[in-house]
């Protein structure tokens, strides 16, 4: 059967924008990549920032002057910051963009599986948009991004901090292990009154194809319940907090039930969101998740039956074996097909795990396009030499939804159909090729 298991910090000042990295052409890649940094960001004061950056010891290269000097890592962070909206000024004028550069280094730790590291920077009220670059200096290699940034408000979500309180480590890309206990740091002006909290359990919808017009109900979180805020100090003991400096914080600390979960501070009305993932998000590797994740080139009945299968593991393996009978082929059709998942889990995740939304439903059937255009309202995915004729064009609206922080709608054409099903079609008879 086919086997379905796949897959020290110096601030050294600003100065003008650099290059954006090696994936800055195809910023979803994911398993291409040298190193694979997870980033968390927080609105520690009113003006300035933080950014958490973790990074998988033994990806980064090290190196050393001489042969009596030690190994060393060297990890270079770049953030370009441009304001999208601030405060009124007495000219007028548009703040300038910024760059902020960052250099982290130090020895190996045989026993450490992950570096982390925070960097402040200033930041004035306001909403940003920021490119980030993590780079591997002694590689020369770089992993870019964006992320937009809004602490105009003074309950602004991101001035409060999620994190696990058993290791201390924040809720990377907004996540933290189900099942657990969860936390957020809440600054002193907010840790008064009652927070509401409201649950939402993970839900089992899928996006619908490109060509068709039919939008589905948008997710909503139950009516809250009103929790009073447990007046636990941030220095309490046995509590293991992000690195950081919090004198007069508070801590709220509840158990991470599977799906999301909505803090509202009481004069606000932009809630904090945290999503409780399963443990190896974002990777697949339960069968009824793998089965799930087929929902895109599986028909009807095909999905029906593995779902409802006595042995589902056999019923998932039959599915793939059924596109080709070489079954090399196939384990490299189910590498391909997962990878795309775990990349669009990677960054699309919202309320919704990112295989499920419109931006992984096209990524993980078509792949990474040749050319990404983003802006302020979206994003065009070009599949093709941009402005030729015969050049697939996916256009992505972002969404200025309050409770999810990564929402993008695909602007749906009848015209996809037939580009669609064909490539669906290059799936079920096992001929796509990783691009």
Request: with cysteine; proline share 7%.
């Amino acid at each position: 059967m086919v086997l379905l298991a796949v897959a020290a910090c110096v601030f050294s000042g600003c100065s003008t924008p650099a290059r954006l990295g090696t994936n800055a052409q195809k910023p979803y890649e994911w398993d291409a990549l040298s190193h694979h940094p997870r980033l968390a960001w927080h609105r520690h004061r009113a003006d300035s920032a933080a950014l958490y950056v973790q990074l998988p010891a033994h990806e980064l290269l090290h190196l050393r002057e001489g042969a009596d000097r030690p190994f060393r890592f060297s990890v270079e962070v770049e953030l370009l910051v441009t304001a999208l909206e601030w405060p009124e000024t007495e000219t007028g004028d548009a703040p300038l963009p910024v760059l902020h550069r960052f250099r982290w280094e130090g020895r190996p730790t045989p026993e450490a599986r992950d570096l982390t590291a925070r960097f402040s920077f200033p930041l004035s009220t306001g909403r940003y948009r920021i490119v980030h670059t993590v780079r591997d200096a002694h590689r020369g290699a770089d992993v870019t991004g964006t992320v937009l940034l809004d602490g105009w408000a003074p309950a602004a979500p991101v001035r409060c901090l999620a994190f696990d309180p058993e290791t201390g480590g924040p809720a990377w890309d907004h996540a933290l292990p189900a099942e657990g206990r969860m936390a957020l740091l809440v600054p002193a002006d907010l840790s008064s009154g009652l927070w509401s909290h409201s649950h939402l359990a993970p839900v089992d919808s899928f996006p619908s194809a490109p060509f068709l017009d039919r939008t589905l109900a948008a997710l909503a979180f139950p009516d809250p319940e009103a929790r009073q805020l447990p007046l636990t100090p941030a220095d309490a003991d046995g509590l293991m907090l992000p690195e950081g400096d919090w004198l007069g914080w508070k801590v709220l600390i509840w158990d991470g039930e599977p799906g999301l979960h909505q803090w509202l501070e009481p004069q606000g009305d932009r809630p904090v969101i945290v999503a409780a993932r399963r443990a190896h998000f974002p990777e697949m590797r339960d069968l009824d998740e793998m089965i799930r994740a087929t929902r895109f080139i599986a028909k009807r009945q095909e999905y029906q039956s593995m779902r409802e299968a006595r042995d589902p593991k056999r019923a998932l393996d039959e599915f793939w074996l059924g596109f080709t009978d070489d079954a090399d082929a196939s384990r490299r059709l189910i590498a391909t097909y997962y990878g795309r998942v775990h990349e669009a889990n990677v960054h699309f995740s919202g309320l919704k795990e990112g295989w499920c939304t419109d931006r992984g439903m096209v990524h993980i059937i078509f792949g990474h396009a040749d050319r990404i255009r983003r802006d302020r309202f979206g994003e065009t995915w070009i599949y093709g030499d941009e402005g030729d004729v015969n050049a697939l064009v996916f256009r992505f609206s972002r969404q200025d939804r309050g409770d999810d922080f990564n929402a993008f709608e695909l602007e749906r054409y009848p015209g996809f159909r037939s580009p669609w099903e064909a490539m669906v079609g290059s799936w079920r008879r096992g001929k796509v090729r990783k691009r």
